[in-house]
T-cell receptor
Protein backbone atom coordinates (compact mmCIF):
# COMPACT_ATOMS: atom_id res chain seq x y z
CA UNK A 1 0.00 0.00 0.00
CA UNK A 2 1.34 3.40 -0.96
CA UNK A 3 2.28 5.63 1.96
CA UNK A 4 3.35 9.25 1.75
CA UNK A 5 5.31 11.07 4.43
CA UNK A 6 6.17 14.76 4.71
CA UNK A 7 8.91 16.14 6.89
CA UNK A 8 8.97 18.47 8.73
CA UNK A 9 5.40 18.80 9.99
CA UNK A 10 5.95 22.50 10.66
CA UNK A 11 8.53 25.07 9.69
CA UNK A 12 9.08 28.69 10.68
CA UNK A 13 11.54 30.85 8.75
CA UNK A 14 12.34 34.56 8.41
CA UNK A 15 11.30 36.33 5.26
CA UNK A 16 13.77 36.02 2.39
CA UNK A 17 15.07 32.57 3.23
CA UNK A 18 15.23 29.76 0.70
CA UNK A 19 13.67 26.58 2.00
CA UNK A 20 13.06 22.95 1.12
CA UNK A 21 10.03 20.82 1.93
CA UNK A 22 10.36 17.05 1.73
CA UNK A 23 8.01 14.32 0.59
CA UNK A 24 8.74 10.59 0.53
CA UNK A 25 6.67 7.68 -0.79
CA UNK A 26 7.01 3.94 -0.40
CA UNK A 27 5.99 2.61 -3.82
CA UNK A 28 8.01 4.02 -6.72
CA UNK A 29 5.54 2.88 -9.42
CA UNK A 30 3.76 6.22 -9.57
CA UNK A 31 2.02 8.07 -12.42
CA UNK A 32 2.73 11.52 -11.09
CA UNK A 33 3.29 13.60 -7.99
CA UNK A 34 1.52 16.86 -7.27
CA UNK A 35 2.27 19.62 -4.79
CA UNK A 36 -0.62 21.61 -3.32
CA UNK A 37 -1.01 24.64 -1.11
CA UNK A 38 -3.81 25.00 1.43
CA UNK A 39 -4.70 28.17 3.27
CA UNK A 40 -6.56 27.81 6.59
CA UNK A 41 -10.16 26.69 6.12
CA UNK A 42 -9.86 26.59 2.35
CA UNK A 43 -9.57 24.00 -0.40
CA UNK A 44 -6.34 22.87 -2.06
CA UNK A 45 -4.63 24.85 -4.80
CA UNK A 46 -2.39 22.99 -7.22
CA UNK A 47 1.17 24.31 -7.38
CA UNK A 48 3.16 21.87 -9.50
CA UNK A 49 2.71 18.50 -11.15
CA UNK A 50 5.65 16.20 -11.95
CA UNK A 51 5.07 13.26 -14.22
CA UNK A 52 6.84 10.01 -13.40
CA UNK A 53 9.17 10.51 -16.40
CA UNK A 54 10.25 13.98 -15.28
CA UNK A 55 12.92 15.07 -12.82
CA UNK A 56 11.70 18.57 -11.98
CA UNK A 57 9.18 21.30 -12.63
CA UNK A 58 9.42 25.03 -12.02
CA UNK A 59 6.86 27.76 -11.53
CA UNK A 60 8.09 31.18 -10.51
CA UNK A 61 9.87 30.88 -7.16
CA UNK A 62 8.87 27.23 -6.80
CA UNK A 63 10.86 24.24 -7.98
CA UNK A 64 9.81 20.66 -7.43
CA UNK A 65 12.06 17.68 -8.01
CA UNK A 66 11.32 13.98 -8.23
CA UNK A 67 13.60 10.99 -7.62
CA UNK A 68 11.45 7.92 -8.17
CA UNK A 69 14.17 5.43 -7.42
CA UNK A 70 14.63 6.76 -3.90
CA UNK A 71 10.94 7.58 -3.45
CA UNK A 72 11.49 11.28 -2.80
CA UNK A 73 10.32 14.68 -3.93
CA UNK A 74 11.32 18.12 -2.72
CA UNK A 75 9.63 21.48 -3.06
CA UNK A 76 12.10 24.35 -3.10
CA UNK A 77 10.78 27.83 -2.33
CA UNK A 78 13.13 30.67 -3.16
CA UNK A 79 13.16 34.02 -1.36
CA UNK A 80 10.23 33.17 0.90
CA UNK A 81 7.57 35.80 1.63
CA UNK A 82 4.91 36.11 4.38
CA UNK A 83 2.30 35.34 1.72
CA UNK A 84 3.85 31.89 1.34
CA UNK A 85 2.59 30.98 4.81
CA UNK A 86 0.27 28.00 4.35
CA UNK A 87 0.19 24.23 4.55
CA UNK A 88 1.93 22.43 1.69
CA UNK A 89 0.79 18.95 0.74
CA UNK A 90 2.23 16.45 -1.65
CA UNK A 91 0.08 13.80 -3.28
CA UNK A 92 1.11 10.73 -5.22
CA UNK A 93 -1.05 9.21 -7.92
CA UNK A 94 -0.64 5.55 -8.71
CA UNK A 95 1.60 2.84 -7.40
CA UNK A 96 1.56 -0.89 -7.91
CA UNK A 97 -1.86 -1.39 -6.39
CA UNK A 98 -3.53 1.92 -7.22
CA UNK A 99 -5.77 2.80 -10.15
CA UNK A 100 -5.64 6.57 -10.05
CA UNK A 101 -6.25 7.50 -6.46
CA UNK A 102 -4.39 10.41 -4.93
CA UNK A 103 -2.57 9.51 -1.73
CA UNK A 104 -1.61 12.46 0.46
CA UNK A 105 1.09 13.17 2.96
CA UNK A 106 0.19 14.89 6.24
CA UNK A 107 1.50 18.23 5.04
CA UNK A 108 4.07 20.78 6.17
CA UNK A 109 2.75 23.96 7.77
CA UNK A 110 4.99 26.85 6.82
CA UNK A 111 5.17 30.19 8.60
CA UNK A 112 7.23 32.96 7.04
CA UNK A 113 7.87 35.77 9.50
CA UNK A 114 8.25 39.36 8.28
CA UNK B 1 -10.96 28.54 -15.85
CA UNK B 2 -11.28 25.02 -14.47
CA UNK B 3 -13.72 24.56 -11.68
CA UNK B 4 -14.81 22.10 -9.01
CA UNK B 5 -17.77 23.41 -7.08
CA UNK B 6 -19.10 22.08 -3.80
CA UNK B 7 -22.69 22.90 -2.99
CA UNK B 8 -22.16 24.34 0.48
CA UNK B 9 -19.30 26.10 2.20
CA UNK B 10 -20.67 25.52 5.71
CA UNK B 11 -23.32 23.07 6.87
CA UNK B 12 -24.83 22.32 10.29
CA UNK B 13 -26.88 19.15 10.67
CA UNK B 14 -28.43 17.22 13.52
CA UNK B 15 -27.43 13.72 14.62
CA UNK B 16 -29.35 11.09 12.68
CA UNK B 17 -30.13 13.29 9.69
CA UNK B 18 -29.41 12.12 6.16
CA UNK B 19 -26.93 14.56 4.64
CA UNK B 20 -26.09 15.14 0.99
CA UNK B 21 -22.87 16.84 -0.11
CA UNK B 22 -22.77 17.69 -3.79
CA UNK B 23 -19.79 18.25 -6.05
CA UNK B 24 -19.84 19.38 -9.68
CA UNK B 25 -16.91 19.72 -12.09
CA UNK B 26 -16.87 21.31 -15.52
CA UNK B 27 -13.70 19.72 -16.93
CA UNK B 28 -15.12 16.44 -18.29
CA UNK B 29 -12.97 14.51 -15.79
CA UNK B 30 -13.55 10.77 -15.39
CA UNK B 31 -12.19 10.58 -11.84
CA UNK B 32 -13.87 12.19 -8.87
CA UNK B 33 -12.93 11.88 -5.21
CA UNK B 34 -14.31 12.62 -1.77
CA UNK B 35 -11.86 13.22 1.09
CA UNK B 36 -12.30 14.30 4.68
CA UNK B 37 -9.68 16.33 6.46
CA UNK B 38 -9.17 16.35 10.21
CA UNK B 39 -6.42 17.94 12.29
CA UNK B 40 -3.55 15.55 12.79
CA UNK B 41 -5.01 12.96 10.40
CA UNK B 42 -4.51 14.69 7.07
CA UNK B 43 -6.66 13.99 4.02
CA UNK B 44 -8.30 10.58 4.04
CA UNK B 45 -10.03 9.15 1.00
CA UNK B 46 -13.67 8.21 1.57
CA UNK B 47 -14.75 7.16 -1.94
CA UNK B 48 -13.41 7.35 -5.46
CA UNK B 49 -15.31 7.16 -8.76
CA UNK B 50 -13.57 6.52 -12.09
CA UNK B 51 -16.65 6.67 -14.33
CA UNK B 52 -20.39 7.16 -14.25
CA UNK B 53 -22.02 4.69 -11.83
CA UNK B 54 -18.58 3.28 -10.89
CA UNK B 55 -17.13 3.64 -7.41
CA UNK B 56 -14.44 2.28 -5.16
CA UNK B 57 -14.17 2.46 -1.41
CA UNK B 58 -11.37 4.50 -0.02
CA UNK B 59 -9.75 4.19 3.38
CA UNK B 60 -12.74 5.26 5.50
CA UNK B 61 -16.04 4.44 3.71
CA UNK B 62 -17.99 3.40 6.82
CA UNK B 63 -21.05 5.56 7.39
CA UNK B 64 -20.90 7.05 3.89
CA UNK B 65 -22.25 6.23 0.45
CA UNK B 66 -21.83 7.93 -2.92
CA UNK B 67 -23.72 8.45 -6.14
CA UNK B 68 -22.38 9.20 -9.63
CA UNK B 69 -25.32 9.30 -12.05
CA UNK B 70 -23.78 11.93 -14.33
CA UNK B 71 -20.14 12.44 -15.27
CA UNK B 72 -19.97 15.95 -13.86
CA UNK B 73 -21.61 15.28 -10.48
CA UNK B 74 -20.45 13.20 -7.51
CA UNK B 75 -22.55 13.13 -4.36
CA UNK B 76 -21.48 12.07 -0.89
CA UNK B 77 -24.25 10.80 1.39
CA UNK B 78 -24.11 10.49 5.14
CA UNK B 79 -26.84 7.98 5.78
CA UNK B 80 -27.32 8.91 9.45
CA UNK B 81 -25.06 11.75 10.51
CA UNK B 82 -23.08 11.33 13.69
CA UNK B 83 -20.94 13.79 15.66
CA UNK B 84 -17.75 11.96 14.63
CA UNK B 85 -18.50 12.94 11.04
CA UNK B 86 -17.95 16.59 11.88
CA UNK B 87 -15.12 17.48 9.53
CA UNK B 88 -13.96 19.36 6.44
CA UNK B 89 -15.03 17.52 3.29
CA UNK B 90 -13.11 18.05 0.07
CA UNK B 91 -14.08 16.99 -3.44
CA UNK B 92 -11.56 16.60 -6.28
CA UNK B 93 -11.52 15.55 -9.92
CA UNK B 94 -8.95 14.50 -12.51
CA UNK B 95 -8.59 12.81 -15.86
CA UNK B 96 -8.27 9.05 -15.57
CA UNK B 97 -5.62 8.25 -18.16
CA UNK B 98 -3.60 11.44 -18.60
CA UNK B 99 -0.63 11.38 -16.25
CA UNK B 100 0.44 14.88 -17.24
CA UNK B 101 -2.69 16.57 -15.93
CA UNK B 102 -3.50 17.87 -12.49
CA UNK B 103 -6.19 17.04 -10.01
CA UNK B 104 -8.34 19.97 -8.92
CA UNK B 105 -10.13 20.54 -5.65
CA UNK B 106 -13.28 22.30 -4.60
CA UNK B 107 -13.36 24.93 -1.87
CA UNK B 108 -14.41 22.44 0.82
CA UNK B 109 -17.51 21.98 2.96
CA UNK B 110 -17.18 22.44 6.69
CA UNK B 111 -19.79 20.09 8.17
CA UNK B 112 -20.78 20.27 11.81
CA UNK B 113 -23.04 17.57 13.24
CA UNK B 114 -24.71 18.54 16.52
Amino acid sequence: KQEVTQIPAALSVPEGENLVLNCSFTDSAIYNLQWFRQDPGKGLTSLLLIQSSQREQTSGRLNASLDKSSGRSTLYIAASQPGDSATYLCAVRGGSSNTGKLIFGQGTTLQVKP
Amino acid sequence: DVKVTQSSRYLVKRTGEKVFLECVQDMDHENMFWYRQDPGLGLRLIYFSYDVKMKEKGDIPEGYSVSREKKERFSLILESASTNQTSMYLCASSFRDRANTEAFFGQGTRLTVV
